[in-house]
């Protein structure tokens, strides 16, 4: 087992990506992959993509001639495992096992009709049940419990060491998406209460967060009990990490599953908030399911802060993605 190895199937979009290399990683860790390299696939959307889509169904052999013009040193058959998150990603895959007989995994919905091993989906994403469909309630990311254990260095120059940051709240703030409009109220109001209690808070936003609400979180930037701000607007630079190993407690938007996930699998408490305005979002099904598990704690209002403050969670309950990693040994054993 030791010498196989998984190829990644990346669309560059960044939740995707890390959803992938966070599973590789947990595979190599545990002994179950020997490593993985990545293949950047060509981005489809539109008409291209439904092409490519009936391409792989009725004649994959053309896809994969596709695949290696565009990595023209790639070899398929040194490969034991390929995987693959998101739709586009399923249309390669699929024409990779067809053609190869290799193992595949897709991670999040697929297009229909095409061939896996084995799936694994959120509890938002609807699709038919079948007996090689597994869900899970928080995916593979960047961040795991054990990157919090030692001090990290990339904010040792931003951050003052001195100051105690044991009651600290890191603040992650996502955006606008197909399915989702970020409004002021849906972030201000909660940052400018926990100031007034007198919280200090490191935050760090989106690309895809409102201009309005961008600005606005500049001038609270001013603030000194703002410990960290981090505008990735401005700067490449991913701070989670680094921001949860200095905090308490975490805070996140609703609007991203990834950056929900990474604050769920720190082992962190985490208050996921809620807008009012908005009862239907697609994402909330896998929500409801973290809140019942008691993985996080819904803030709804201003008034649910100081609950939030006060909840502590079960840490020793089992994460779903452990149950992806033993599914996965079985399928390459």
């Known amino acids: 087992m030791a010498k196989q190895k998984a190829l990644i199937l990346s669309d560059s979009k960044p939740g995707h990506f890390y959803q992938s290399i966070g599973l590789c990683l947990n595979l190599k860790k545990r002994g179950f992959i020997s490593d993985f390299d990545i293949l950047n696939i060509p981005i489809k959307s539109g008409i291209d ?3 490519s ?9 053309s896809i994969i001639k596709k695949l290696k013009q565009y990595s023209t040193d790639i070899i398929f058959e040194k490969y034991t495992l390929i995987i693959g998150t998101g739709s586009t990603a399923s249309i390669y895959s699929n024409a990779i096992k067809n053609v190869f007989n290799l193992k595949c995994v897709q991670i999040l919905r697929p297009l229909p009709f095409l061939k896996h091993d084995l799936i694994f989906l959120p509890f938002h994403d ?14 593979f990311g960047k961040i795991d419990s054990s990157d919090l254990l030692k ?57 895809r967060t409102p201009s309005n609400i961008y600005k606005e979180l500049k001038n609270i ?47 962190k408490p985490v208050g996921i908030l809620l807008s009012n305005k908005r009862k239907n979002i697609k994402i909330r099904k896998t929500i409801y399911a973290l809140e019942n598990s008691d993985l996080v704690f819904l803030i709804r209002s201003k008034k649910d802060i100081d609950k939030f403050l006060l909840w502590n969670p079960d840490n020793n ?6 149950n992806i990693l033993l599914r996965i040994k079985d399928l390459i054993s």
């Open 151 to 207: 001090n990290p260095d990339k904010l040792q120059n931003r951050l003052d060491t001195n100051k105690d940051y044991n009651n600290s709240i890191s603040i992650l703030i996502g955006g606008n998406s197909k399915r989702y409009k970020m409004e002021y109220t849906d972030i201000i109001p909660y940052i400018e209460a926990l100031l007034k209690r007198n919280i200090p808070l490191l935050f760090t936003t989106s690309r």
């Open 221 to 267: 930037s001013n603030n000194p009990l703002i410990r960290l701000s981090v505008f990735v607007h401005e700067e490449d630079f991913n701070p989670m990490p680094e921001m949860f190993y200095y905090s308490s407690r975490i805070i996140v938007t609703e609007d991203s599953f990834s950056m929900i996930s990474d604050s769920v699998n720190s082992k």
């Open 53 to 61: 889509y009936t391409i792989s169904l009725f004649h994959p052999v």
């Open 126 to 139: 609807s699709y038919h049940e079948t007996e090689n469909v597994f869900r899970f309630l928080t995916a």
């Open 49 to 51: 993509k439904l092409l």
């Open 317 to 322: 309950i089992i994460d779903s993605t452990e």
